[in-house]
């Protein structure tokens, strides 16, 4: 078998390199979502029920925006290979498109009709009131997250992870402090609860997309100016585009479903099993924030190998990964077994 991985000098070493910004930008995420709950516990299990459920809701957004951005990665990274700036530029202003008209769609469902999608993740009204403040607020969230990803995800096809670190850190930051300001209120500021969650979250959103613009229309390998956003897709090519993104869809429409699951029977059981749900389920966030920053790293590998046209060696770069992930998932399963208890 070992004829067949890839045992070129430095390739694990690079594919560190890109999983660890991506890595810590998931931890990140997470992390985020659980001082989040630490602060709504304070308060009582039914505010921080109805936080964790309308994150939930937004949560299944975020991975459905991954069908452009997921598209827009692994065809960047092929482009990436070539060196043909032309049609990454012609990737990424279809993508953009896609998925902010993606973010407007669920932006009108946040602040118009929130109930809907809350309904569906508990069975308790007050739960679902507190979840409706949360959405209403951050509806504009939408459409900034849809274009951030977008952007990182066109960042990691040319190599650069380390715009997820510079993002999220930025993001992340301004969302925590936002959000101690405002759910309990001090120096004098409102105390909003939920509703300042959800101002907390806007401001590092509208932060995390500010800096990513600058840092996008700066880039040397993008070289993408305001005229480039009137790009298209035509023919072949978008036929291309669209067979990439149809099975990338159809695996985040699955995903999201199975996900929810847990979290819309605890729902419907008591508001009590949400809270207790959602602490053993920030753990496994955790420990699948280590795979997808490996996941998102073997897919800018081998994209960008396929694009040189080695596809021997894209080849077996998979089956290394595999092998590598393989044993990192296990690693992290038995972490997850001995640490459990502790952790709850």
Known sequence: MTDQLLHEKGFLKHLAALAVPLTLQNLLYVSVNAVNSLMFGRFGETEMSGFSQAAQVFYIFTILTYGFAGTCKILVAQYWGKQDRDSIRRIVAYSLKLGMVFGVVFGVIFLFIPGVPMRIFSADPEVVELGCKYLRVTFLTALLYAF??????AFSGVERTSVYLYGNVTCYSINLLVNYLLIFGVFGLPKLGI???????????VAEALLLGVLFFRSKEFQFKPEHFSLGVKGLFRKDYFQVFKPIMAHEVI?????????IIMGQ??????SAYNICYVLASIMNAVNTGFAGACQTVCGKIMGSGELDKAKKAARSM?????VLGLALAVLMMLGGDFFI
């Not at 509703?195 to 959103?205: E, N, S, Y």
């Open 148 to 153: 951030s990803n977008t952007l990182y995800n």
């Open 269 to 274: 059981i008591s508001t009590i099993a949400v």
């Open 255 to 263: 995903y999201s479903v199975g996900i929810s699951m847990g979290q």
């Open 195 to 205: 509703v300042g969650a959800g101002i907390g979250a806007l401001a590092g959103r």
């Open 322 to 326: 595999l092998l590598y992930t393989g």
